[in-house]
DNA sequence: TGCCACATTGACATTAGTGGAAAGGTCAAG
DNA sequence: CTTGACCTTTCCACTAATGTCAATGTGGCA
């Protein structure tokens, strides 16, 4: 598969595919042509990098690593294995963040719906600015 | 509440509060001197900030969707909350990422250590190359 | 053969986030 | 009053990610 069409599988700019290549997160082979060739295997990691990058992780993050995830050299690994469980440590609290914001925004657009309705019934009483302030609030309130 | 200590207890710099700030998503109330004062409200406002750049949304993308954070104007909001509940399906297709990656990580954990432990007890064999290749495409299999 | 779409590399531009320095105001403590 | 530790704004610089353009090679097709 050509460089285009992952490209397009992975919803990214062949651009992109060439940046992480430069930055050692990627080798795809070539053939004859010197054109870059994508396996699975390639789609796969050019899919998780791109997850990794939108999730603010930088390449150079993912680079340090990458000897691990990668192949060969158990023993060139045993160093990056303390890096994989902080890394994995970091992904729980990104999870632990990301949930906690997640049933945040669930609440917060209940009650903004709920407030629009009610606002409807009342037939536009013009700008009472209901106390949607205090109810954000409260919705913030459990946060850090 | 100044701005250095709210920074340091963003765990951030004072920089960034300011960077935010002029990216209009932080307004905090200015005191006689025309210093910023940060109070528990702001905190906790610019606290998310941090955490959603930190997990890859621009100031812009939060901009976008800061009319609904705050407060007043349900009305300037009902265009908004499509755009919270877009947000929620990427947060949730990003947990469900993360989650994934996590456990992979952790089974690539267990695996590499398991190899290690192997390759001790086989008193360094050299570079046998385990098959490594084989089991981290293994794992890599399920995505995507 | 010539055209066209796609590939290559390399250089340059843009946008974001952030750091840092300069020039100056505020304020408390010595 | 001076010093020092904050604060302000403004400007410049660096890095990362990405876009875009230029110059060139490759390969299929009328």
Do not use: W
């Amino acid at each position: 598969m050509r460089i285009q069409e992952a490209a397009a599988h992975l919803g990214i700019s062949p651009r992109s595919l060439r940046h992480y290549e430069k930055g050692g997160l990627l080798t795809p082979s070539r053939d004859e042509n010197g054109y870059r060739s994508y396996g699975p295997v390639d789609l796969r990691r050019a899919g998780r990098i791109r997850d990794m990058v939108a999730t603010g992780f930088s390449t150079r993050e993912i680079l340090a690593m990458a000897p691990c995830l990668t192949d060969d050299g158990a023993g060139a690994c045993e160093s990056g294995l303390s890096d994989l469980e902080h890394k994995l440590s970091q992904i729980d609290r990104l999870i632990a963040d990301l949930q906690a914001r997640r049933a945040t925004t669930r609440d917060r657009i209940a009650l903004f719906r709920d407030a629009l309705s009610h606002n409807s019934e009342r037939e536009e009483t013009g700008y009472e600015s209901t106390n949607l302030v205090a109810v954000s609030d409260r919705l913030a309130g459990g946060k850090r």
